[in-house]
């Protein structure tokens, strides 16, 4: 199961550790999801996921202050017995003394933020769900061509570097070079970036490795991009049939969710840059509602008709 350190939690953020005592570098986040534990402060604890991050707001914070000291050790210390990664406390709201200290015993971090309940909620799960979404590794380049992320995949040596340096050359941003991480964000959306170790470098056959960042600047490369279509290089076959108009769209799979696919043959002379950037530039025509395809078919339909009503 993916997870991530707490510490890395802490840095990105920004959170301020009220217990330093306690150590954070093995504690690790496994769940994007967040919860705010009213009900176990009331004493429900049917169903309580403890393994989420918990959050304090000033909702709970108030209700907490009305207890006495007897019933805080209570709650406290069976909230507390739990394996709970961390409780953040919001609005730079304090834990009360008797808390910080069952906290302490139980080897519970605890700590604070300066955002409101709702906005440190809803970075904190946009950035766990990108952190701890499935992933795979897959042989490609992927590009950001006009906004639309462009996943090139082939064999190897069959020119999918040698179209990304076009492309960047032609004013387009590199995301990544032969291995592509995949991320699962949402049934509708797949997220590509680099390995750290091969981020912003190219591999060219009879070249070695380029730093497309040091050479053409840092506005020719991106950290992410989403997976808006594929292109897959297969060399040429004269004896296959290639798609000529387009009307019906091919797919394929990662990690279960569709993305549209086209097949394109590779022959000397053919410029790969400018064929990517037609598709980029035609797969969002048709997400604004144009389909060229379509348009050439209801021309056809029309003309035919026009020529039969001309012979009756």
Aim: hydrophobic share 40%; with cysteine.
């Amino acid at each position: 199961m993916a997870s991530v350190g707490l510490d890395r939690v802490i840095e990105r953020l920004k959170l301020e550790n009220l217990t330093p005592e306690i150590s954070v570098d093995k504690i690790r986040v496994n769940q994007p999801d967040i919860n705010r534990p009213a009900l176990q402060i009331a004493g429900y604890f049917e169903y309580f996921d403890a393994t989420r991050l918990q959050v304090i707001g000033f909702v709970e914070y108030t209700y907490m202050e009305g207890f006495t000291n007897e019933q805080k050790q209570e709650i406290y210390s069976k909230i507390l017995s739990y394996d709970i990664p961390a409780i953040v406390f919001c609005r730079e709201l304090m834990p009360d003394p008797i808390f910080r200290e069952i906290a302490v015993a139980h080897g519970i971090p605890l700590l604070s933020t300066k955002l409101a309940t709702s906005a440190f909620m809803a970075e904190a799960i946009r950035w766990l769900n990108a952190k701890l979404a499935p992933c795979i590794s897959v042989h490609g380049v992927l590009v950001d061509v006009y906004g639309e992320g462009v996943l090139i995949t082939g064999e190897s040596g069959i020119g999918k570097s040698e179209a990304a340096l076009e492309l960047i050359k032609r004013g387009h941003r590199l995301v990544t070079d032969d291995v592509v991480e995949l991320r699962k964000i949402s049934d509708d959306t797949l997220m590509g970036s680099a390995p750290d170790i091969t981020r912003n470098f190219i591999e060219l056959r009879g070249i070695g490795i380029v730093d497309v960042k040091a050479l053409f600047g840092v506005s020719s490369v991106k950290d992410s991009q989403q997976i808006d279509l594929v292109i897959r290089l297969e060399d040429w076959d004269k004896d296959k049939d290639y798609d000529r108009l387009g009307l019906e769209e091919s797919y394929t799979e990662y990690l279960g969710n569709k993305v549209v696919c086209y097949d394109i043959p590779i022959r000397p002379g053919r410029n790969l840059a400018i064929i990517c950037e037609a598709a980029a530039v035609n797969h969002r025509q048709k997400k604004m509602g144009y389909n060229a395809a379509q348009e050439l078919y209801r021309r056809v339909q029309k003309s035919l008709a026009q020529k039969r009503e001309d012979e009756i």
